[in-house]
């Protein structure tokens, strides 16, 4: 049992300090392909595969930002076959993304030549990794911390050019530097406890600046994750309402059949969507009603699904006729299978080009709250709708929008859990500190111990998990 153990560490330490080569491309076609091969013999590995076309160049003694243009040949001696033309360029670990030398080979793309300048890289004795290992090295030779690994992440699934931006302003460091900076006032408060210089007064302030800052951070989480995680937006309504009508105009293309006869469209249909930089997937769905057609039926049934699990809900009316008693008694958020306290319903009055003859008082009255006048056909009033979709991040669109800088974005579930831990035990030592104005350094060292963890990682050391947590695309292999 020792013995295996002692085994598996051992395996893991040799993995931790071996020569990885990882694809850093996507596998399809397109021009260029990137291998990345990184670890104390990178140099050595590629030199022994890759023929410059100059001949008698330095490889191995190469520094940082070199470039070299040759092919890379099939590992096995002088008279090997040529394998792909490449470029190659060399980071030295004090300069490389891994803080181990590096050598970036980019050769042909496309699937099968991106596989066989990698295969022969492996026999010339690299090992295969994933993307995530590959993040790793630069994690625990703190070239990066985690902060910055989900934003490298984030930015290769960023869906708008806003969210582009945003993860692109974390991923340098500003989300980081606010955390480390609140740890500083943290050791600040700690310090002045120990040696007893400030006011009562003013540790308080202190704390309550603290806590301002953390709740500020936490008020991001709700933008950052709407840019990392993008919202679902269902259409909700009765058949013929003009649901499929807006779900074409937004995305401004046919995408679904729109048809005078009610019951249409059955199975639910999705698509991203930007909305001033915002993604969504919007969701088209059959109209609701009770019906006796089968397929309908089982249509309806997923519909109520879609927007049980839907974020936003946009409730579709056809304004050109009033509802009968009986429709408006079903008229309400509960009866529509919608949970009040989860999500966000927006009524929208559809067809106002035919005159609106629906009772929009009493609709107003109903969800307390505006009303949405469009016309999908003739796509009328579609800004109040877009409006009403991003009114929440709205502060931060302007923000970024009006280009005043960076600005600290929470972006990940596992940031906003921290954050929001760090603030419950910080308002827990404001709370004891201004009853009984003695401060808990415990306490403080709680909220400090967070924030770590927020840019390094439990324990403050890589480990699989942990690489797990922070990298969702790749596996993170044993
Ligand atoms: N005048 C007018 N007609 C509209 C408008 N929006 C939709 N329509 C028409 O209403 C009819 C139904 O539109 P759809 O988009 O198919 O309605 P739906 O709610 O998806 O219907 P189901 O799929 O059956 O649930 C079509 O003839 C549309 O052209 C509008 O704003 N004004
Ligand atoms: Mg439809």
Redesign the pocket.
Known sequence: MQQERLRVQLKAQRMRNDTIAVITTPLGEGGIGVIQVSGPDALETVGRVFRGKKGGEDFCGASSGELFYGIVMAAGGAASTPIDEAIVCVWRSEDSLTGEDLVEINCHGGPRAVRNTLDTVIEAGAREAGWAEFLGRGLRNNRMDCVQVEAQEALTRAKTRLSARVFLVQYQRTLSQRISQLEADIDAIADNVHTGGLPHKDVLNKLALLLEGLDELMDSSVFGLALSSPQRVS?A????????????TLLKEER???????????DYISEYLSVRGIPFELV?????RETHDHVEKKGVERAHEVHKHADKVIL?L?G?RDLCDKEWMSMSIRNLGLDPDKKQVIPVV?????GVALDTARLEAVFGGPVCH?????G?GLESLEKLLVREFQPYIDYYETNCGPKPVVFTERQQLLLSQARDVAGEALGTFTHTRALDVETLGLVRDKLREFRHGPGHNVSKETLQKVVHTTEVKD
């Open positions: 259409i309504g009765a058949p013929n309402v003009g649901k499929s009508t807006l779900f074409n679904v059949i729109v048809h005078h006869l009610p019951g249409t469209t059955r088209d769905s059959a109209g609701l579709m056809d050109s559809n067809k106002i080009d035919l469009i016309s999908a056909l003739k009328l």
